[in-house]
């Protein structure tokens, strides 16, 4: 009897708890940001262990992505799950994700809710547990950062530099190399520990065309393939079919300002598809 009674007890409090909830998307988007809270603040703490430099994971376009699917359901790209096109219609330039992973979690949650869901700061204020002054500064915190992210769109005259800078490496010309990146250019890798590669950004464009050059020395056979990154031209470096690296660019005014290399196979699982 007293378990039957604990039973009811449970519904009936259950039952409660429902109806105290007067907004039931305020209340979703309260618990989804506090979840959210607790993933960014684990994976701050997972990249401080990180080996080496850590980048967000570099994404392929539509027509990467479909490259082995046939026309079907969904279309020629051949994307069954709908979060699969989410993703990609969201891509930004590797740069932007960058200052993004840069915010604190608080930052980035204030930044994401006010600027793109428009939330009041009196509402994020109960998300955050801070004032909404506290919050208001935090979004503006985070604004100050992107405001040195250039928009995702490509440079003028990007892909023929992209293309250059592949035809210079494949014949480890580096006066070309040189010629195409800026004096103070600044090449970043990930590896995750998994594979070679620099655990510190080269910097300066002689250091990272020597250092281009000498990778073409290590790897014979390596095929290097034109391919739109996180939605702006980039290269990618296969070999034997197999997905090694994925390098994305910065320009201006014709030279590359940065370079960022991801060579972790655990981040290129979208580019296993970019196969003969």
Same mark, same amino acid.
């Given at each position: ?41 684990s994976a701050r703490v997972r990249r ?69 869901f428009r939330y009041p700061y009196a ?18 915190? @985070? &604004?100050?950062?992107?405001?040195? $992210?250039?928009?995702?769109?490509? !440079? *003028? #005259?990007?892909?023929?530099?992209? %293309?250059? =800078? ?39 464009? @002689? &250091?990272?065309?020597?250092?281009? $050059?000498?990778?073409?020395?290590? !790897? *014979? #056979?390596?095929?290097?393939?034109? %391919?739109? =990154? ?16 994925v390098a994305s660019f910065d320009v ?25």
């Amino acid at each position: 009897m007293g378990t039957a009674g604990t039973g009811a007890d449970e519904v009936a409090g259950e039952r409660r708890r429902r109806e105290e909830i007067l907004s039931p998307g305020a209340w979703l988007m309260t618990v989804t940001s506090r979840i959210c809270l607790d993933l960014l603040g684990s994976a701050r703490v997972r990249r401080e262990r990180y080996v080496g430099a850590w980048l967000p994971e570099p994404l392929p376009d539509h027509a990467e992505w479909g490259r082995t699917g046939d026309a079907g359901p969904n279309g020629p790209t051949g994307l069954a799950d709908p979060a699969d096109q989410i993703v990609l219609d969201e891509s930004v330039t590797m740069a932007f994700l960058v200052v993004l992973e840069s915010m604190t979690p608080a930052e980035r949650v204030a930044f994401v809710l006010h600027e793109v869901f428009r939330y009041p700061y009196a509402e994020i204020a109960g998300v955050l547990g801070r004032t909404p002054g506290a919050c208001k500064q935090l979004a503006a915190s @985070a &604004r100050r950062r992107v405001g040195a $992210a250039r928009a995702p769109v490509a !440079a *003028p #005259g990007q892909a023929e530099v992209v %293309r250059h =800078v592949k035809e210079a490496w494949e014949t480890k010309d580096i006066g070309a190399l040189v010629g195409l990146l800026d004096p103070a250019a600044v090449m970043t890798a990930d590896g995750g520990g998994m594979v070679g590669t620099v655990l510190r950004p080269v910097e300066g464009d @002689a &250091r990272i065309a020597q250092y281009m $050059a000498a990778i073409a020395d290590k !790897a *014979p #056979g390596l095929e290097l393939l034109e %391919r739109s =990154v996180n939605g702006v031209p980039g290269l990618v470096a296969r070999r034997a079919g197999v997905v090694l690296t994925v390098a994305s660019f910065d320009v201006f005014e014709r030279r590359v300002t940065r370079i960022w290399v991801v060579r972790n196979p655990e981040k290129l699982r979208p580019w296993v598809r970019d196969s003969p």
